[in-house]
């Protein structure tokens, strides 16, 4: 029977057979959800590639990757979206660790270019164009994020004594480290990603 399990994971996904270590779903569902974490790891990573494009504006208009005053503001406009504590916790703490990773990314190239007065940076899209690529991917990676919740939910709801528990840390991280490709951001960052989208994805 595990045999014939380990092939049928093999044919369905050859490429994702690190996975079995991790996770070994036992279901659909747990397919299901271990698909939408690479599609939500992926949108992050391409949430963050854009920062480069931001680095760029801020350094041509000489300002720091740090904007304390925006970060509150962001900060403020989410915990007013939510009554309940344990959901706006789990939901700031993850959108600062966003901030840093995006902020490590701009920082890396200002200082780069700093350092390097021959190379001139050279931004992709335009101050609106970032501003709507992020809008736009912010709100896929919401949307998805309250599919993988509501999956999660049901998952726990339907669930017995038998069945193995998904493992959402593990998956997680193992996702980040494979797919989560960005030079400019230190390894420790993946551990905190990892255990804040776990957070919030276990939100009730």
């Known amino acids: 029977m595990k045999k014939v399990l380990f092939t049928l994971l093999f044919v369905l996904y050859s490429s994702f057979l690190s996975f079995y270590i991790y996770a070994k779903p036992s279901s659909a569902s747990s397919i299901t959800i271990q698909s939408q974490l690479t599609q939500l790891i992926q949108l992050i990573q391409q949430r963050e590639a854009i920062m480069k494009d931001v680095a760029a504006f801020k350094y041509n208009h000489n300002l720091s990757p740090y904007d304390a005053k925006r970060e509150r503001v962001i900060l403020t406009h989410i915990e007013k979206q939510f009554d309940n504590h344990k959901k706006s916790a789990a939901i700031l703490i993850n959108t600062q660790i966003l901030m840093d990773i995006s902020k490590q990314i701009e920082a890396y190239w200002i200082n780069f270019w700093k350092t390097h007065l021959t190379i001139k940076p050279i931004a992709q899209h335009n101050l609106q164009q970032i501003r709507t690529i992020i809008t736009v991917t ?67």
């Open 138 to 204: 912010d709100q896929k990676i919401t949307n998805l994020i309250k599919q993988i919740q509501t999956q999660n939910h049901f998952d726990k709801l339907s669930s017995n004594k038998n069945n193995k528990k998904f493992n959402f840390y593990q998956v997680i991280y193992h996702l980040i480290d494979q797919k989560f490709k960005l030079k400019e951001v230190d390894v420790i960052y993946n551990k905190m990603l990892a255990s804040s989208l776990v957070q919030v994805i276990n939100i009730n």
